[in-house]
Structure formats: structure tokens, C-alpha cells
Nanobody, 118 residues
Framework: QVQFVESGGGLVQPGGSLRLSCAVS????????MSWYRQAPGKERERVAG????????RYADSVKGRFTISRDNDKATVYLQMNSLKPEDTAVYYC???????????WGQGTQVTVSS
């Protein structure tokens, strides 16, 4: 059974930083690219960052480029998202899924809420 467990969200002031983690199980993590997505209230889920299975390639949405960094630890089956210089428009529930460009699985975790507000 594929599982994604996201953590690390919270309330942060504009300009602040957070590091999200996503622990996965149920598939061979090192064989898959991974991506982070986010969904703000009233909006569709959007992909914000992706990383290839060997971490040799990363891609970012234009809205987060230069501020967010995706990384992974294949031994721990965990993917991370370091978020710096956070803006109010980054407020959303953040999710991870397998796949470098599109979700590999239909199941999703509970997500982790990120709120950027003064």
C-alpha cells in the first residue's frame, strides 16, 4: 500500500523559512522521481518542485524558483522541500507524490499546512 506522510508545515511570517518532509512507503522509493505539490483554498493542486530518482535533475515552478529547494534521501525514503523567503501566496496545503513530472499514484497523503502571514 502506497503511503505518503508529509510533515513540517506551520505558521511563519513573510520572509521566513520552513523545511517540509515526506516519508514514503509501499513502493521502491529509489526507482521513482518525486515531486511536491500544493493546493491553496479555491485553487487546483499545482506542482511546485520535482527531483529525479538519483537527484541528478530538479525542476521548479517559476513561482518558487530560487526560493525553494527539493532534495531526497534514498536510504530514508524521504523527500524534502526547503522553503526560504516565504510569501503569503505560498500559503497552501503541501503534498508529495512519486513521479518527476506527473503523479505516479492516485493516492495522496494528508498533506501539511503552510501558512505565511504576519
Amino acid at each position: 500500500q502506497v503511503q505518503f506522510v508529509e510533515s513540517g508545515g506551520g505558521l511563519v511570517q513573510p520572509g521566513g523559512s520552513l523545511r517540509l518532509s515526506c516519508a514514503v512507503s509501499g513502493f521502491t522509493f529509489r526507482n521513482y522521481g518525486m515531486s511536491w505539490y500544493r493546493q491553496a483554498p479555491g485553487k487546483e493542486r499545482e506542482r511546485v518542485a520535482g527531483i529525479s530518482n538519483n537527484a541528478g535533475d530538479t525542476r521548479y515552478a517559476d513561482s518558487v524558483k530560487g526560493r525553494f529547494t527539493i532534495s531526497r534521501d534514498n536510504d530514508k525514503a524521504t523527500v524534502y522541500l526547503q522553503m526560504n523567503s516565504l510569501k503569503p501566496e505560498d500559503t497552501a496545503v503541501y503534498y508529495c507524490n512519486a513521479g518527476f513530472t506527473t503523479p505516479a499514484f492516485n493516492s495522496w497523503g494528508q498533506g501539511t499546512q503552510v501558512t505565511v502571514s504576519s
